[in-house]
């Protein structure tokens, strides 16, 4: 007589939980389709006889989780699928070897994240005690970042159900279909509580207001934010200053100030603070700013964009003249070929990967609160137009969680999106502002940035080539279904929460009678960090590899293939271990004969893909975007000045908001090497090697945020 299944099961730490038959139904699910059966029946029945059989052996007993994988190998076996068994036993072993690698390098993982996901989360975000030891895991930082944000529900109802949102946020965070910026997994909860990525701070002509930005970015930068300035406002050097009758020193040596602050400080305890520098192409000083880069260690807590208009971008299509303004005087000081300095951008660029464009009057078309000012300057990373003193707070739904059986779970994309929205407008409410100024204006305008990470790894779930037509369609409507539904769950807060302030005479004001909550919503973040927690490629970049060694630490490194090649690889029938060496040595499937050509078509990586592409793809998600969108065009090392021009302009052209593009190699110092390259330690890499928080994108540093 078959007794009843097992009610509790002794997991490895001793701790018992309750029996879950699921488990069991999914890890032989898994097994079956790495043999490329995809048969839900079939793993439901075997699992059956799994738990007929644990039934049978522990009446009135408990097994250990060993035992419960030791009975489903056997009934594997017993029914006649060996290579399933097989597989069963080598995901077993890779789950074995997983945990040893965790406790080497002395990780504690309640969530069952990657190596490195879990180093990460160790490294930046897990708090700790006075002596520096560990005080929480993964899965208790996402309890307190889901409490400590659902706490804003009191605020607008006191009879808020909220432990319901306290659920339904620490649901969307641990299945990482959600994750918000790395100040809000840090801070919230803490005594610190400021849970901003991103401010935009004013820099004024005169030596109070140039040092009061200077004291508030080292305030936001210890608080765990980046800082992003406009420096057009000071006049050049060589120019009067009337009150000493001295000479100006120009821009450039006061961004040397505001370097070397950063570069002592650390944002939240963490690590160093990160800047964007802007200058108007028309400023007397942009031959300076445009080389200020040159030099390899120079501003290396500084990302520069020169600051382009739409009449200078018509100047250089045109070859005309391009007056350069002292802004104190608003007088021209003389007169250069437009193309000159075009040139200077884009030649610099190719040398170093600086400086990028912002295009100042697409992002003030776009402006959704024109009555208070124009907006100058972004966040670091570009992906963040915003006013003086204005900050945002940021998240990204995780594509690759959004597909399933080669489709879209549209339905549970829609749901994630008004989790987040809800989530980030109440991280507003929250928040605790590093200055006042900055609460103000943020309080009243409400900005969130909601936006996308593992783009890559869903198109190669639909089996769609990421530089395609196909590709770009998807994009474009994966983006429309984001931002109506963002925008619905915003109209609906604004009638349970009331409109953000300064609604009365916006954009939105003017477009629409439907009132937001929030005067924007969508912005595409490189990611960085949170995608690496995630497991899935950073924010809309093509993958950066198949397979290749990741620096987890000084002493460990960690083979890592991306888990959809290597089950397209075990189903398909071409797997090998030897072969997966050969991936990570060449970094690309092209001129490898045992994979088949439509599999390399569909895994395409960042240097297979021509530079137009990268562009296209930002543009298709720009269109849906209401703030911007951070890309980096990564560019092979043989690519010319002509290249880096073309899609300079093209971007432009395709109405995007800015562009960063990078040639591979231009900098001694990255966060990516080809086999064979020399790497800072001047030993040629053997194989294609990441750091630890590279996920894709920016080849000479990576995402703060």
Not at 420 to 441: M, Q
Not at 531 to 554: H, K, Q, T, W
Request: aromatic share 8%.
């Amino acid at each position: 007589m078959t007794q009843a299944s097992p009610k509790q099961i002794r997991k490895r730490d001793g701790s018992v939980v309750a029996f879950e038959a699921a488990k069991i139904e999914r890890a032989i699910a898994k097994a079956l389709q790495a043999t490329g059966l995809h048969d839900g029946e079939l793993a439901a029945s075997l699992a059956d006889e799994v738990v007929r059989t644990l039934g049978d052996r522990y009446a009135g007993g408990m097994p250990g989780v060993e035992d419960v994988q030791d009975v489903v190998e056997q009934v594997l076996m017993a029914q006649g699928y060996p290579d399933v068994a097989k597989a069963y036993i080598l995901y077993r072993q890779q789950r074995a070897d997983v945990r040893g690698m965790k406790l080497l390098i002395g990780v504690e993982d309640d969530l069952k994240l990657g190596i490195n996901a879990a180093k990460v989360l160790e490294r930046r975000y897990l708090l700790r005690d006075e002596d520096g030891q560990v005080t929480e895991t993964p899965k208790q930082l996402f309890w307190r970042v889901a409490r400590a944000v659902a706490e804003a529900e009191s605020t607008f109802d006191p009879t808020a159900n909220i432990q319901e949102w306290e659920n339904e946020f620490f649901d969307a965070m641990s299945s990482l279909e959600f994750l918000p910026n790395s100040p809000t997994l840090m801070n919230a909860g803490t005594d610190l509580g400021q849970l901003s990525a991103c401010f935009v701070l004013p820099v004024e002509d005169s030596i109070p207001d140039i040092f009061d930005a200077l004291k508030h970015a080292a305030i936001i930068h210890q608080s765990g934010g980046g800082t992003g300035f406009s420096f057009t406002r000071l006049r050049p050097e060589g120019d009067l200053v009337r009150s000493t009758k001295g000479i100006a020193s120009g821009p450039v040596s006061f961004m040397r100030i505001f370097d070397m602050a950063t570069g002592v400080m650390k944002q939240g305890g963490r690590r160093r603070g990160a800047n964007m520098g802007i200058l108007r192409a028309d400023h007397p000083d942009i031959s300076q700013f445009i080389l200020a880069k040159k030099e390899e260690a120079a501003f290396a807590n500084f990302n520069l964009s020169v600051a382009a208009t739409d009449a200078f971008m018509e100047a250089v299509s045109t070859g005309a003249k391009w007056p350069l303004i002292n802004p104190r005087t608003g007088t021209e000081t003389r007169l250069v070929k437009a193309d000159d300095i075009f040139d200077m951008i884009v030649n610099n660029a190719w040398l170093t990967g600086e400086p990028g464009l912002v295009y100042l009057d697409e992002i003030n078309r776009h402006n959704p609160t024109p009555q208070l000012g124009a907006m100058e300057a972004t966040n670091p990373c570009g992906e963040l137009p915003l006013l003086p003193y204005e900050s945002c707070n940021l998240g990204s739904i995780n594509l690759a969680r959004m597909v399933a059986g080669g489709k879209v779970k549209w339905e549970r994309l829609r749901e994630v999106v008004r989790i987040a929205i809800r989530f980030l407008d109440n991280v507003v409410e929250v928040n605790a502002f590093p200055l006042e100024a900055t609460k103000r204006i943020t309080l009243g305008n409400r900005k969130v940035g909601l936006g996308v990470m593992g783009l890559a790894d869903a198109l190669v779930e639909l089996n769609i080539p990421y530089d395609s037509e196909e590709a770009l369609d998807m994009a474009e409507r994966i983006m429309q279904a984001l931002s109506e539904e963002a925008r619905r769950a915003s109209a609906e807060l604004a009638v349970e929460r009331s409109p953000f302030p300064n609604f009365a005479g916006s954009a939105h004001d003017r477009a629409s009678a439907t009132e937001l909550r929030n005067a924007s919503l969508i912005s595409i973040a490189p990611t960085g960090s949170i995608s690496i927690i995630a497991s899935c490629s950073s924010g809309i970049e093509p993958l950066f590899a198949l397979a290749y060694v990741r620096n987890v630490m000084d002493q460990a490194r960690l083979f890592e293939v991306n888990p959809c090649f290597e089950r397209v690889a075990r189903e398909r029938g071409f797997f090998s271990q030897a072969l997966m060496r050969e991936v990570a040595q060449k970094g690309t499937l092209k001129g490898i004969d045992a994979v088949p050509e439509d599999v390399k078509r569909t895994f395409v990586t960042d240097y297979d893909i021509e530079p137009e592409w990268h562009v296209r793809m930002q543009a298709a998600f720009q269109g849906y975007t209401d703030n911007s969108v951070s890309k980096t065009v990564n560019l092979p090392s043989h690519a010319s000045p002509e290249d880096m021009r073309r899609v300079y302009r093209l971007s432009y052209d395709l109405g995007c908001k800015g562009i960063t593009a990078y040639r591979y190699g231009s900098r001694k110092r990255q966060v990516l090497y080809y086999r064979g390259d020399i790497s800072e330690q001047a030993e040629p890499v053997p194989y294609v090697t990441a750091d630890p928080e590279y996920g894709g994108g920016c080849l000479f540093g990576t995402c703060p945020f």
